[in-house]
């Protein structure tokens, strides 16, 4: 293991400060781990908690010339990290209320100008996104949702094993997610 090039959290303020890069590379090696558990724990969430550590060291170096060096460099990561997280899961309760809003005017099923050009650009919107995928799964992601066909009845009429037609579909629907994000959802409630 190699030796640190600096001892202390103030040593290392004070070299980030100056812009020195190595500085930033022990303050990543000595608090990424911490920071990533500490996020882990808090948002359950292995991906997301990635993001926010990178987020953290992110706002670390980009402030780095503004630092206080009387603040507990530890102090200062953990506090910033909940921050990232307290300001993440606010973020998320407004998205899921707007998406509740949107869920329940679409429900209620008012037929205002608003609402049907709403729903023919989000139609149009998964329809650009499903012709985007391959083939084979374009066709069986069609099959199952606007056929209406069993996994049983796709894997039959295109001489596949069910296993394949599960796979293409669950593929399918994670990349439309990733690509539409609750745009998704709402999707699925209309079809």
């Not at 293991?1 to 004070?14: A, I, Q």
């Given at each position: ?14 070299a ?51 630092q ?20 993440l ?83 399918a ?19």
């Open positions: 293991m190699p030796t640190p090039l600096f001892v202390s959290d103030n040593d290392l303020l004070t980030l400060k100056a812009g020195r890069s190595s500085a930033y590379k022990e303050i990543y090696d000595r608090y990424w781990q911490v920071l990533y558990r500490f996020s882990r724990k808090m948002l359950q969430d292995e991906n997301v908690a990635k993001d926010v550590v990178q987020e953290v060291f992110t706002i670390l170096w980009a402030k780095r010339e503004s206080n060096t009387a603040v507990p460099l530890a102090a200062y990561l953990y506090t910033l990290t909940r921050n990232r997280i307290l300001d899961v606010k973020r998320t309760k407004v998205e899921n209320r707007y998406l509740e809003s949107l869920t329940s005017f679409i429900q209620l099923n008012h037929a205002t100008p608003d609402r049907l050009y709403i729903e023919k650009e989000l139609y149009d919107q998964i329809e650009r996104e499903i012709q985007h995928l391959p083939e084979k799964m374009r066709r069986i992601f069609e099959m199952s949702r606007k056929e209406y066909k069993s996994n049983q009845e796709i894997a039959d009429e295109l001489q596949i094993s069910n296993k394949t037609v599960k796979n293409q579909l669950s593929t629907l994670k990349t439309l997610r990733n690509k539409l994000g609750d745009t998704m959802n709402t999707y699925l409630i209309f079809f």
